[in-house]
């Protein structure tokens, strides 16, 4: 089986390839094809790769590309994980937005619309060549805005294109192992979009067992979202929020504290990453320390400015090791082989929730087989959640308009509607600020 990895010379491939190194079962991957656009990033993430396979027999074969065509055709699995405008364009968009005193994240508020108005355009092409060329692949979604990038997707290629992330893992997992249960005989009542949702319940056994976490103060302030939010608003909500959602709880916090480090995580990752690529270019570098080292620092300081906002501390030792690798893997696995299972993941609605239509991409639990993921039908939302998700479905909407459109003035409102930018003339500066340091927006009329 041909597993296509675009964005294959990107940082975190090698935990893809560290999964796949794991399944020794029929019908597993044994072809991988790694493009991306540049070949030196390829060379060094190729060196990792063939250091991890040193001591596995029979393990995945490894060629990279330039050529997207060439990547895709025959492929089974498409894995996308694509950064346009790369980890200098990251920096960029929480700089112009930090000017404007909005927040700048890659995937929420101002810096999640401009990089997916750079985005979508990118990955409708990459659908359509996929449509064309591999029609019979799944296509397997990590790029960021992961939800908005999937339903750009899923207009070309309907149900085939499927958006993973790990945050709904890792957060049911530290749900269910403060409880004391396996995560793995778990069910998590997840419901949202994608960096925006919320864990209602945990059943166990067909027991809510969300119920006696939320009751328990001490209980609810021993992991990471306790931390995060604090007992009490998590008491209030009645649920546990995605990390994502301090974001928006906690906005005005999070905006000072971003302003006053000196340097923003895409400005940190681009530099670090950029030592990385440079080291490896030296022969004598040993590839998968020089990665492992560079990944440990990375995870440890995942939203570091939030968890300092709120008093959270270090992140524990469990929540550094990744997971979206063990879903591609889950996922891929059950379609290749039909092993049926329910994981969290971004797909068209088709009436699961039903205060959207039927094409918008949300993300809640499926049941995925070998016809693919299908969205488990879920109770409505409260009142203030409604809103919360129906408002940002709106801005993902006029991105996709402006992006197929060209459309400046969409783009514009695009960025005025959203929830955490708080005036029209602070988008139209948004809109001028990005243009100026995006040639990938320059479609923008």
């Known amino acids: 089986m041909k597993l296509t990895i675009l964005g294959g010379g990107g940082f975190r491939v090698p935990l893809v390839y560290g999964a796949l190194l794991t399944d020794r079962g029929e ?3 044994t072809e991988v094809v790694l493009h991306d656009l540049d070949d030196s990033r390829l060379y060094a ?12 027999p029979d393990a995945p074969t490894v060629t990279a590309t330039t050529d997207l065509d060439e990547a895709l055709r ?4 498409i894995f996308s994980a694509i950064r346009v405008g790369g980890l200098e364009g990251r920096a960029d968009d929480e700089r112009v937005a930090l000017a404007q005193g909005v927040l700048g994240q890659e995937t929420v508020g101002a810096g999640g619309i401009a990089y997916g108005l750079r985005t979508v355009p990118v990955a409708v092409d990459i659908a359509r060549r996929v449509a064309r060329l591999a029609p019979d692949a799944w296509v397997i979604n990590f790029t960021n805005p992961a939800g908005l990038v999937t339903e750009a997707m899923s207009r070309h290629l309907g149900d085939r294109v499927i958006g993973i992330c790990d945050s709904p893992v890792g ?7 403060v409880l004391g249960a396996n995560p793995r005989e778990a069910f998590i009542d997840y419901v949202g979009l994608n960096h925006l949702g919320w864990v209602r319940g945990l059943r166990v056994a067909g027991r809510d067992e969300l119920p006696r976490l939320l009751a328990d103060p001490d209980l609810l302030g021993s992991f990471e979202e306790g931390k995060l939010f604090g007992t009490d608003w ?3 909500l009645g649920a546990i929020p995605n990390e994502y959602l301090h974001y928006y709880y906690f906005n005005r916090e999070t905006v000072r504290a971003y302003s006053e480090v000196e340097k923003t995580r895409g400005a940190f990752l681009r530099d670090q990453q950029a030592r990385f690529y440079d080291e490896m270019k030296r022969p004598d570098t040993a590839a998968l320390t020089a990665w492992d080292r560079t990944r440990a620092e990375r995870e ?3 939203m570091a400015e939030n968890r300092e906002t709120a008093g959270a501390g270090e992140r524990d030792a469990d929540d550094l090791s990744g997971g979206y690798e063990k879903v591609a893997l889950a996922l891929m696995r059950a379609i290749a082989r039909d092993e049926r299972t329910t994981l969290i993941l971004n797909v068209r609605n088709q009436g699961a929730l039903s205060v959207l239509d039927a094409d918008a991409v949300i993300e809640v639990p499926c049941l995925v087989d070998a016809n693919g993921a299908h969205p488990v039908a879920v ?10 998700v129906c408002a940002v479905k709106g801005v993902e909407r006029e991105v996709l308009a402006a992006a197929e459109n060209g459309s400046r003035t969409t783009a514009v409102k695009a960025f005025a509607l959203h929830p955490l930018v708080d005036s029209v003339n602070v988008a139209r500066r948004l809109v001028e600020g990005y243009t100026e340091v995006h040639p990938g927006l320059a479609y923008l009329k």
């Open 234 to 236: 998590l008491q209030s």
């Open 300 to 302: 440890a300081t995942y």
């Open 379 to 388: 109770a409505p939302l409260p009142d203030h959640a409604t809103g919360l």
């Open 27 to 29: 019908g597993r991957v």
């Open 171 to 177: 957060l049911g997992r530290r749900i269910a192992t």
């Open 45 to 56: 993430v190729a060196r990792v790769l063939a250091e991890q396979a040193a001591t596995v």
């Open 74 to 77: 025959g492929a089974d699995f």
